[in-house]
């Protein structure tokens, strides 16, 4: 178990989210995830709206020799973005989404669930390998792999993946794709973890109309009935 985590007052000061520690309202709250069933109480939770929030988080859990966790979406049914005692570096406040229909591609922060990216998608007639659960955010299944209704076609999520802006241990921002810092992108495709906090991601999309799917659509298609009997 950690114990207080001090944040230096210039970096309080600049903070454009939330810092919440045990005392404060809405962190029982803000420490819930999706699995009820984990019960950690971190020292101190970062809710950032931007990227330098989460630079100075970075920074400050290192220097304070802190265990950092990273929320995204709060769906790994594990628990691991809570810390009993650290820094919980919480993304879910970042919602930012921008579709680019030209060059099909679609850029989204780490704190989207699959449902937002997908809404802000269809708007346009796009579509990238997502997570079967709406719900699900999209930083942790496009890290672990990303398995999705569009795979068969379309492959992975990770398939999709074109970049990745990442905050490192040292506080830097640096994009991660083919072009750039290839071995880190090669390492967040499936290398490991904790190479650093990944704040937004960008995807190739796909034009998609129509989606057939579940079994009710299966057996009427085999046995010619009509849907709306």
């Not at 330098?52 to 979406?73: K, L, N, W």
């Not at 990944?198 to 989606?211: G, I, R």
Request: charged content about 20%.
């Amino acid at each position: 178990m950690g114990g207080m985590i001090e944040v230096p007052d210039e970096v309080r000061a600049s903070f454009s989210g939330e810092l919440i520690g045990p005392e404060d309202p809405g962190y029982e709250q803000a420490r819930r995830v999706h699995n009820g069933l984990i019960d950690k109480r971190p020292a101190l939770i970062a809710r950032c709206c931007t990227v330098p929030d989460i630079a100075d988080t970075v920074i400050a859990g290192r220097e304070q020799a802190t265990e950092i966790s990273v929320r995204g979406g709060g769906h790994n049914i594990a628990g691991l973005a809570v810390t009993d005692g650290g820094l919980m570096i919480d993304l879910a406040p970042m919602k930012g989404i921008r579709i680019d229909p030209e060059r099909r591609t679609i850029w989204a922060q780490a704190g989207v669930t699959w449902k937002e990216l997908n809404r802000a998608a269809a708007g346009h007639g796009l579509a990238t390998t997502g997570g079967v659960v709406s719900s699900t955010g999209i930083a942790g299944l496009t890290l672990g792999g990303g398995e999705g209704w569009l795979m068969g076609k379309h492959g992975l999520t990770i398939d999709n993946l074109l970049a990745v802006e990442v905050v490192t241990a040292d506080g830097r921002v640096v994009v991660a794709s083919a072009e750039h810092n290839r071995d880190l992108f090669w390492a967040l495709r499936g290398g490991g973890g904790n190479f650093g906090v990944a704040a937004s991601f960008e995807y190739q999309a796909h034009q998609v109309a129509t989606v057939y799917g579940g079994m009710d659509n299966v057996f009427r298609l085999n046995h010619n009935i009509d849907p709306s009997a």
